[in-house]
């Protein structure tokens, strides 16, 4: 079946540090893969997407690029600010997979002064 | 912008109640979903709908059923609420079609069963 593995947290970070959140996918066809952000009390917002292989999603300073060799889509951000700090969650959907995401189990991240 | 919204933030229910959470959005999309968030876990498809009095069950159905007699509106029934549906609970929507399906959330529904 199809399933999203991504690093456990919390990942703590100081402000202006580099992050990276991994993210790699088992999928039985080709996937779109997507990161959703939630900030505290919030539902879950899409903040990039990737539909084939060698694109980059970016948005926010945030960037992944969708690599087929290593089935991964690791999140990256080059300096973190205090209101990054949310969970991070990494999301396939298989075209004409009947619109169901697959989420991974979400990666907590908080940033420090 | 897409507005998906939920009937209520937080809600307190005793074991074996029955238990309506409601969802609404305004876009017009013809998919509409609920999820169930726990630590540990991530986001776990209970049921969506692709069409007005359609439904189809996802990965965790069990102990819930739905209900889509408008477009726009998409409930979620507990028909006998138990302590291990305390979750958080989260409403999306999607149009069909395209490359991708863009998922919009609602703001989620705390649920607590004493």
């Known amino acids: 079946g199809n399933s999203v593995t991504q690093m456990e947290g919390p990942v703590t970070l100081s402000e202006e540090a580099f992050l990276t959140i991994n993210c790699t996918y088992t999928?039985?066809?080709?996937?779109?893969l997507f990161w959703y952000v939630q900030y505290p009390g919030e539902g879950l917002q899409l903040l990039l997407k990737?539909?084939?292989?060698?694109d980059k999603g970016s948005n926010k300073g945030f960037e992944a690029t969708y690599r087929k060799e290593t089935t991964s889509f690791h999140l990256e951000k080059g300096s973190v600010q205090v209101s990054d700090s949310a969970v991070y969650f990494c999301?396939?959907?298989?075209?004409?997979?009947?619109?169901?995401?697959?989420f991974g189990t979400g990666t907590q991240l908080k940033v420090e002064l | 912008d897409v507005k998906v919204t939920q009937s209520s933030r937080y809600l307190v229910k005793r074991t074996g109640e029955k238990v309506f959470l409601e969802c609404v959005q305004d876009?017009?999309?013809?998919?509409m979903f609920w999820y169930r968030q726990d630590p540990g876990l991530g986001l776990r498809l209970i049921y969506f709908?692709?069409?007005?009095?359609?439904?189809e069950k996802g990965d965790i159905p069990e102990g819930y059923s739905v209900s889509r007699e408008k477009k726009e509106r998409f409930s979620l029934i507990l028909e006998s609420a138990s302590t291990n549906q305390t979750s958080m609970y989260l409403c999306?929507?999607?149009?069909?079609?395209?490359?991708?399906?863009?998922?919009?959330f609602g703001p989620g529904t705390r649920l607590t069963v004493t």
């Open positions: 999306a929507s999607s149009l069909v079609g395209g490359p991708f399906y863009e998922q919009y």
């Open positions: 999928a039985t066809g080709y996937p779109s």
């Open positions: 990737a539909t084939k292989a060698d």
């Open positions: 999301a396939l959907i298989l075209t004409g997979g009947g619109n169901k995401l697959t």
């Open positions: 876009m017009d999309h013809e998919n």
């Open positions: 709908s692709y069409d007005v009095k359609m439904k």
